[in-house]
Structures are given as structure tokens and as C-alpha cells.
């Protein structure tokens, strides 16, 4: 009796093509976003060309039209990118099981993590207002969802009597949000302190004050 072929569960050689194509697609299609975001940050945006973009990642134009249909929409694809980073960060420590110092210092090592690199630095100097609208609406709801999170996790705090209840989650979480955000300003590598030293060092000042105990 000839072997039953419906019941073999071996994957299709063109299923596995496919699923290879698509993850170099997404592969080429990351690079270009983080080329482009790059070029945009140092450049300006109309300063900057889709043939400019081409010649740093070594393509012809017409293979950057092949993702992007245009200029703006690349634009708004790499602010999209950053946002999408943000919010999984936020959402990894919203769901994360544990105190709400483990859970706010996941996210902010996270957002620590991407804003010092490269693609990170870059996002953070976007003209976004003067380029697009749907790309600055992106950002406030990003800023805003982030923000409810990190007050959720702060009066979890509250009231699991974690956090002094005299502290406001709204205040808490502007200054959190903000200080660690700068720290991407001015860190340098190769500094005095490593990033590990410069996160643990913030984060005892918020939960432990300087007072000397």
C-alpha cells in the first residue's frame, strides 16, 4: 500500500520558502527603517532622500519602494517601529508578576536599552511635528498609554504598601518617565559607570531617597 502523504506531517517546501522569505523581508525591511531613522535624525527630513537611503544601505531606490510606497511613510514606519518597542517594554512589565519596583525597573531598563542605541539616539531627535501628524499622534498615545501603565504599577504600589501613599502616581511617573529618559542624553559606554551601575543608582534614589539610613 502506497504511504498515506495527507497523514505525513512534514512541512511543504514552498511553505518553508515562504516563511523564510517573509522573515528576510522583515529582516531587510528592519534595516532600512533603522537607516533611514538614522539619516532622518542627522540630516532632517528634507534634507534627506530616498536615494540617499538607497546609496547607505547599498540598494537601488526602486528596492526601498518596494516596502516603503514613500518618503513619509518611511518616515512614518520608523516612528512606528520605536513606538511599538515602547509599548511592548510597557506592557511586558504591566503583566509581569512581581513587586512594583521589579515591574517599573523592567520597562525602564528596557527603554534604557533601545534609546542608547543607534536607531534609539536617532528616534529621540525626529522632527515629528513638522514631518507628520499621524506620526506625532502616535507618539502622544504611546507617551499617554505608557504613562497610564506606569501609574497602575505605582498605585499597585500604594496599596500594597510598597510606595508612601502621600506620592502622587501621576507626579511619580512624569518624573520617572523623564529622568530616565535623559539619562540616554549623556550616557556614554565607555564612561565611569556601566549602564547596570547607572540604572541601579537611579532607581535606589526614587525608592530609597539619599537620606543616609
Not at 32 to 39: E, N, P
Not at 178 to 195: H, I, M, R, T
Request: glycine content about 4%.
Amino acid at each position: 500500500m502506497p504511504p498515506d502523504l495527507i497523514s505525513q506531517s512534514a512541512e511543504s517546501p514552498w511553505q518553508a520558502e515562504r516563511r523564510q522569505r517573509a522573515a528576510l523581508d522583515a529582516e531587510k525591511r528592519l534595516a532600512i527603517i533603522k537607516t533611514a531613522t538614522i539619516s532622518f535624525a542627522v540630516r532632517g527630513y528634507h534634507e534627506t532622500s530616498m536615494d540617499d537611503i538607497a546609496a547607505k544601505l547599498g540598494i537601488f531606490k526602486p528596492t526601498l519602494y518596494k516596502y516603503f510606497k514613500s518618503k513619509k511613510k518611511l518616515f512614518e514606519d520608523c516612528v512606528d517601529q520605536a513606538v511599538t518597542i515602547w509599548l511592548e517594554a510597557a506592557q511586558r512589565a504591566h503583566e509581569f508578576q512581581g513587586s512594583s519596583a521589579e515591574r517599573l525597573l523592567i520597562y525602564l531598563r528596557r527603554n534604557f536599552e533601545f534609546c542608547v542605541t543607534d536607531f534609539g539616539k536617532a528616534v529621540q531627535k525626529l522632527d515629528v511635528k513638522e514631518i507628520s501628524s499621524g506620526a506625532e499622534r502616535q507618539l502622544r498615545e504611546m507617551r499617554t498609554r505608557i504613562d497610564l501603565i506606569f501609574r497602575e504599577i505605582i498605585q499597585d504600589g500604594i496599596d500594597g504598601d510598597e510606595i508612601d501613599p502621600d506620592f502622587n502616581p501621576k507626579l511619580v511617573s512624569f518624573a520617572l518617565f523623564g529622568s530616565f529618559n535623559f539619562v540616554a542624553q549623556w550616557y556614554k559606554p565607555d564612561g565611569e559607570l556601566s549602564a547596570d551601575e547607572i540604572l541601579d543608582q537611579y532607581f535606589r534614589m526614587f525608592f530609597q531617597g539619599l537620606n543616609k539610613t
